[in-house]
């Protein structure tokens, strides 16, 4: 993973899309404490799918709901 300035990301900018075309993720920093402040990914990275595996916890985690749990739409999203 390659970390650039702004500045130097700018001036190399072709640089920086040969290596994410060769899979290579890049970092972005700005000012003068250098702050990480964003990552270029290749596509497809970005794009992977991956598959979850359903009923992970099976046999190991469970949980009960009352039968008499009641709760509005609103209530729900103003937690």
Do not use: C, W
Request: glycine share 6%; proline share 1%.
């Amino acid at each position: 993973m390659k970390t650039l300035q702004v500045g130097e990301f700018k001036t190399h900018f072709s640089e920086v899309i040969e290596n994410l075309k060769k899979g290579e993720d890049v970092v972005i920093s700005f000012g003068k404490k250098k702050e990480k402040i964003a990552v270029l990914i290749p596509y497809s990275k970005y794009i992977k799918k991956k598959n979850r595996k359903i009923g992970l916890l099976e046999k190991k985690a469970a949980f009960t709901m009352s039968s008499d749990f009641k709760t509005t739409d609103e209530d729900l999203l103003n937690l």
